[in-house]
Every structure is written in C-alpha cells, then in structure tokens.
C-alpha cells in the first residue's frame, strides 16, 4: 500500500522520483516525502495530506540532484503527521532510508538503540531501520544493510541512500515487492511497475533475501551476506497506457468497461474444441483431496464464496469459504488430503498471504487464483493461475472479480472431470462462458439505466440488497461495491431472513436492490419484495428473461445464461450501480476514503 520509487542517474532525479511516486498514488496513501542526496548532503522533504501537498513545498526547479528516494505512506505505526512521513534520517543526516511493511519487533529494537544513544523523532517502526543501519556502517553501506536487515522481523522493502557514495541507491526486501530496472539515463527501481514502466519494460523482480546496490549504469544483486547473485530480467507485457483512464472519467469506469475483454483474455486457451485446459491442474488428484478450502479478503472472498458454491452442486468434497484474516487464526484442518485455493488479484494481501504459508507448512496442496505476474502469492503457491485482467487501478475490484468468477468456473468445472462428476449441462456452461463478453457488453449497455436507478440514493444514506442462493453471493459483493465508494450504508440479506428481523429497517422510498435469477428461488425472492413495496421501498428487480415479476416498475432482465453463470452480468449492474451512487455523492470513486488498493499489512 505504501510506494516507493529510486533513482540513480545522469538527468534531475526530483522529477522522476515524484512521476513515479504518481503512478503508485492509486495505492492510497496519507502523506509523502523524497530524499535527493549529493555531496553537499541531503535534502529531505515531507508532507502529510497529497503528492500536490509535497510538491508545493519544493522549489521544484532548485533541486538539480541526480539521485533521491521518494515514498508514499499509509500510516500502520504512528498517525500520519510530517514526522512519521518518510523519508527517515539518521541524526548526522548522512543516511536517508524508506520503508514499505511492518517491522514487528520495532519496539525491542527501538530500547536497544536509545540505550545506545540513538534519538528517535517519529512513533514508526521503520526509523528503526535507518538507525540501525546508522549503528552498522563502518564503510560498506551493503554489509550495514545486510547485519540491519537479518535483526528485523517482519515485512520489509526497503531503499536507501547515503552522502558516503551520493550516485548509490541500495534496497533490500523481504515479503513487500521491490523491482529494479535500468535505462539510458540512470537506474530505477520501485515498490510496483507502473511507477518504473515509463522507463523501462525490462525488469529484475527481487526475491525475498535479496539486496540491490544501483549505480547510474549498474545493478548488482546481492543476498543479505553480500554474495553476488545472478539474477534475470522480466519482461513486463503491459504498457503505460493500460495504466491511464483512456478517455473514462475515472479508472473504476474504464475497468468497468474493460470486462469484456479482460474476461476474453482470460478464457484465452483455456477452452479448446469444448476442452478445459489447465494443465496447472494436471498434478491434483481428486481421489487424494477430502477437503477444500477457499481463502481470500473483501472482494476475492466474494469469489470463493462463488466457488464454494460450485463446489456444493458439482463435487463430492467438504468445502469451507473463509476470510484470510480469520482462516490463518482459526482450527481448520489442512493436511496432505486439503486442497487450498487462494484468490487474489494482487497477490500481495497480507492475510491471504500468512494462510497460504501456513496452509504450506501444513503440507496442503495450494492453488492461486492471482491477477499480478511474479506477485509474492503466486512465487509461493504449488501452481498459480493467473485471471488476465491487465492491472486493476481503481482501489475498487471490478474486471479482477468477474475475471476470477469465469477462471473458479472453469477450475471448478476441470476438479468435478477429474471425479467424473462433471454437470450433465457442461457443455451449455462451457458455451454460456465463451458468450460471457458478449452478455457483458449487453450489461455494459444499460449503463443510463444503472445511472438512473443509481438516482435514487439521491436522499437515501441507506440500501438493502437481497437474494437467495447463488444470488446471495451477488448480493454481498453489491452491497460492499456500494459501502467502499459511495459511502451509502448497504447491507446484504438473504431474502427469505428479511421478515425475521430486518424488515424493520424498510421505509417510504429504502432503495432495495433484489437478485432474483436462480430458477428455483426466483418466486420466492419476488413475493419477499411484494413486502418491502407494500412498506413503501423503492425496488430495482434484477432477473431473468422468462421470470414473471408483474407490476414490477424497475426492472432488469439479463440475457439467457446458465444460472450458475448469472453472477457476472448481475455483478455489471451492481457495479454500475455504485459507480453512479458514489458519483451522485460526489465521491472521489478511484480512492476511496481508508482504503487502499493492496493490503499489504495485516
Ligand atoms: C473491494 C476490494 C477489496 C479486495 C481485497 C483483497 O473492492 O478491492 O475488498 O478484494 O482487499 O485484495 P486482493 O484481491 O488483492 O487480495
């Protein structure tokens, strides 16, 4: 969730550092800061508040320094202020360090360094690192980064400079991402690609244990002993533009937009003559599997909870959909006979990321579902199937959800072969998803119909989204997308549970949004809406084309699709519909208030 962006080079280092740091601002964060460092020594700058914040306190044409470190934070130890901005600096102001993660042990650390002198300005953990690095130079800053890195516990990237050597960079990291990359103009590196992509594609994804020292034409990697490392360059498939609004009011609208193509690419040779292929699935074998379990935060559970269900109806297996905050805390069974499947589209969550450690050391089989090449996820899972939405900006999931629906779908589908448990109607699924980016766009065209729905929370601080079965899951997903950006109260209910309590809640014009498109429970749903618009609630009606629903005045039918599959389309409109709640209130709908896009500490 912090950012962090590095150069070393022979042009103005300022600039570079604050486009890059811009480029991560989607991230979320509460305040920046850089570091530019020559011989004459170092100038730090820091600001709580926007990168516009710290830009209007530099003299932007002043600083002609051709190396700096830049960071943006979002606070986990110490409020967000200017002193507990980074960067951090040892009290000679002869080292400048930023850090990314959480250092656990910061407080026993912290009382060995003041017993030796050393004098703290901010509450976070990360000044610890800049003076103990301080404690350990003697000469060699990659040996002083070497002993400090081996006393931390916890999550670390690092970068740092010094006045010692003013055209050297040096990171470190340890479960947080860094990425180094060179150009003709000097050497980059950043905590996530879109702040390095402008400059260069090629580039080295550092592994846990690893260290960079960067010159203006070098890298050398190193591990925390300072034994050089051979290492390869990645070539990064996306470009720039993927990263920019492409002519859409915001990011969130753009990803709303991209979902039929995200969704396209993601069944990319995956189903061939009517054929799942996922050789990534080729080790499983059902008959050793007794459990599954579906881990995963926010949105992404949502996706598990999916899966869950396909589980339910297709294999004969105990399945279990838990939170990663709960599930690594928790008694579930994991042995060699438990199949984990981790859904993520960072790969970089903190929680879901300790479940899939421990389900490792348990000796589970685990499975990731992730959407970010070489994300730390995806290094540690057995096998690793990648959703191939492009990068998701907006804070807010849209294309990476519906993108992990159509992939569990298929993985599903590929685990109940192996038992020879497949449905009977596979064929139709199979079909049904092929057509999933036309029906999209079906959805995508009643977008001045959400917009208009979307009207009335005009008053309303509250909704209520409802359904039964499969359309359960829709509704808890809707009813998040809503909350995190529009900061509209919504709740999810079960629609037969409404009368136990929750009606209660149902007055003259409560904006409802009722699922009814699972076949079986579809009249039920409806007659439980008959309850709230008799109480006066302002009912938007999602079902299918055949559905009788009379008198009904807003209303919605997605086109005829598999009702396994009626999850996608329905999440189109529930997404549209936010996006138009939080536009009405005037929400900055990329960056939610408290969020921020990767939640990489717990
Ligand atoms: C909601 C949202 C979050 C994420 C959650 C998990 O719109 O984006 O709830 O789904 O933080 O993130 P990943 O999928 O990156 O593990």
Redesign the pocket.
């Known amino acids: 969730m912090c950012g962090i962006t590095g150069f070393t080079g022979e042009v103005r280092a300022l600039p570079i550092l604050l486009r890059g740091l811009e480029s991560l601002e989607y991230r979320g964060y509460d305040s920046a800061g850089v570091t530019l460092v020559s011989d004459k020594g170092l100038v730090t700058e820091k600001q709580k508040g926007r990168l516009a914040d710290l830009e209007a306190s530099l003299d932007l044409d002043a600083h002609s320094q051709t190396t700096g470190i830049g960071h943006t934070r979002w606070a986990t130890h110490g409020i967000p202020s200017q002193l507990n901005s980074h960067p951090h600096t040892n009290e000679a102001e002869t080292i400048s360090i930023v850090h990314n993660g959480i250092i656990e042990n910061y407080q026993t650390l912290k009382e060995e360094l003041i017993k030796k002198g050393y004098i703290f300005h901010s509450q976070t953990d990360s000044e610890t690192i800049v003076h103990l690095i301080d404690y350990y130079y003697q000469g060699d800053m990659m040996e002083a980064i070497g002993k400090t890195v081996k006393k931390l516990e916890g999550s670390y990237a690092i970068c740092v400079v010094t006045t010692e050597h003013p055209d050297e960079v040096y990171v470190a990291k340890s479960q947080s991402p860094m990425i180094v990359g060179m150009a003709d103009d000097g050497t980059y590196c950043a905590s996530d690609i879109p702040a390095i992509l402008e400059y260069t594609k090629d580039v080295i994804i550092l592994e846990d244990g690893q260290m960079a020292k960067l010159t203006p034409h070098s890298v050398q990697i190193l591990d925390f002993e300072c034994n050089p490392l051979k290492v390869e360059f990645t070539h990064i498939p996306y470009d720039m533009t993927a990263a920019q609004k492409g002519g859409y009011d915001t990011f969130m609208l753009k990803e709303i937009y991209e979902q039929p193509e995200a969704i396209r690419e993601t069944l990319r040779g995956r189903v061939e003559h009517g054929k799942i292929v996922l050789p990534q699935l080729d080790s499983i074998d059902m008959s050793d599997i007794q459990y599954v379990h579906l881990v ?6 949502h996706a598990c909870l999916y899966a869950q269900s396909l589980i339910q109806q297709w294999l004969d297996r105990i399945v279990t959909c838990v939170p990663a905050s709960e599930f690594r805390y928790g008694y579930h069974h994991v042995d060699e006979k438990t199949l984990c499947i981790f ?7 903190a929680d ?1 990321l300790a479940a899939l450690k421990m389900c490792k050391e348990k000796k589970g089989k685990t499975i990731a579902i992730s ?1 970010v090449l070489g994300s730390s996820i995806s290094r540690i899972a057995d096998e690793t199937l990648y959703t191939c939405a492009g990068p998701e900006i907006a ?4 294309k ?2 519906t993108t992990q629906l159509v992939l569990l779908t298929l993985v599903v589908l590929k685990l109940a072969e192996k038992m020879n448990k497949a449905p009977k109607d596979e064929d139709v699924i199979l079909a049904d998803l092929m057509r999933m980016p036309k029906i999209v766009e079906e959805m995508l065209a009643l977008d001045g119909t959400m917009k208009k729905y979307a009207d009335f929370l005009q008053d309303q601080h509250d909704a209520y989204f409802i359904g039964r079965q499969m359309d359960y899951i829709s509704v808890q997903e809707g009813a ?2 809503l909350k ?1 950006i529009s900061y509209v109260h919504a709740d999810a209910y079960y629609a037969g549970e409404l009368k136990h309590g929750s009606i209660a809640l149902i007055e003259e014009n409560t904006v409802v949004i009722a699922l009814a498109t699972q076949p079986e429970v579809a009249a039920k749903t409806i007659s439980n809406i008959e309850e709230t618009i008799a109480r006066g609630a302002n009912v938007i009606l999602i079902t299918t084309q055949n559905q009788e629903a009379p008198g009904f005045k807003n209303i919605i039918r997605i086109p005829d699709v598999h009702p396994v599959l009626a999850n996608i389309p329905v999440t189109v409109l529930t997404q549209l519909f936010a996006y138009y709640g939080a536009v009405l209130k005037g929400r900055d709908v990329d960056k939610p208030r408290n969020l921020a ?3 990489t500490v717990e």
């Open positions: 995963a935060c926010g949105t992404a559970y859904v993520t589209q960072s790969g970089e969550t879901t959407n804070v807010a999931s849209t990476a959800f998040l997308k995190e896009k990767s939640v």
